[in-house]
């Protein structure tokens, strides 16, 4: 166990490297567009994750079980594919309609228990040109069958599991489910992306890069970062908004008295003072007796102590 964890430490001295494993599927696709890759992971965690990306990708699975000679014995696989196919015919074509019930019940019972395990590979016609295997430790019988056959083989390889046999080796945790999940959209997104390049005759897009002006020197008074928020913040913003001068004349101009008028356009000697009301003149008294007493027992207290 110990010499199957330093491989995988040994052969992967950049993590970034070796996640970016899906370039050889993406090589391979591009250039046979057609061939199948299956998925195998049985586990529960990764049941419904191998599922989904499986069918995303347009291509086979086995989420459920393992059987023994699925691959080295693919002919006797057949039959029971050719059978699973005969019941869904006779349930198409209304002959299941002439049997008894019993009958009817039989045949239902054998559809479900052959599409429990065959359904993810009814539809593949053939053995796989690829195996993609989460968890190697718990798929070994695929991974024999698959090497005794020469099938190429990309797996997840846990520190609990051995490298032997893996044609792609990708490190990396094969219990939990998001790692599951990351792991089998990178493939599907590789195998799409092949497939679409394989049939186009093209080569993968890449993002053209950004073309600086030579004569505008960079402003690195603030990291890339922080210029890149302030010019979105600049870009939200609304328009500038001109405040008027603060002169006197503007004042004048924008202002008027509680009288009514401009204060630029009162005669000289004209009484300006703003009339108060006597319940305000009542409580403005009030508050200066208060604060004349409360200053009154402050002095007196100094002076006693």
Not at 144 to 157: C, M, Q, S, Y
Not at 206 to 224: F, G, K, Q, R, Y
Not at 231 to 241: K, L, Q, R, S, T
């Amino acid at each position: 166990m110990a010499s199957a964890t330093a491989f995988i430490l040994l052969t992967c001295k950049r993590p970034k490297s070796c996640f970016a494993t899906p370039s050889t599927t993406f090589k391979s696709l591009t250039e046979r567009p057609n061939q199948k890759v299956l998925f195998v992971g049985t586990k529960r965690q990764a049941q419904e994750a191998i599922k989904e990306e499986a069918e995303r990708a347009g291509q086979f699975y086995v989420n459920n079980r393992w059987l023994g000679g699925l691959l080295t014995n693919y002919q006797t696989v057949q039959k029971s594919i050719q059978k699973l196919k005969d019941i869904e015919t006779m349930r198409e074509d209304g002959r299941m309609e002439m049997l008894t019930k019993k009958e009817v019940l039989r045949l239902e019972n054998e559809h479900a228990g052959l599409m429990k395990n065959l359904a993810g590979i009814k539809n593949m016609g053939g053995l796989p040109d690829m195996l993609f295997v989460i968890d190697v430790r718990k798929e070994e019988i695929a991974v024999k069958e698959a090497n005794r056959l020469g099938i190429p083989i990309v797996a997840v390889v846990d520190t609990n599991c051995s490298p032997d046999g893996i044609t792609q080796v990708i490190p990396g945790n094969d219990d939990a489910l998001r790692a599951i999940r990351l792991f089998a959209s990178r493939i599907a997104d590789s195998i799409i992306e092949g497939r679409q390049v394989g049939m186009e005759g093209g080569v993968p897009q890449t993002e053209a890069p950004i073309e600086l002006d030579e004569n505008v020197a960079p402003d690195t008074s603030l990291p890339a970062s922080a210029r890149a928020f302030v010019e979105d913040e600049e870009a939200e913003a609304g328009p500038d908004i001109e405040v008027a001068d603060e002169t006197w004349e503007t004042a004048e101009q924008t202002h008027e008295d509680p009288a009514g008028g401009s204060y630029a356009h009162q005669e000289p000697g004209a009484d300006t003072s703003v009339e108060v009301k006597p319940e305000m003149k009542k409580m403005a008294s009030e508050d200066i007796r208060e604060a004349q007493k409360g200053g009154t027992e402050e002095n007196s207290e100094r002076a006693a102590s």
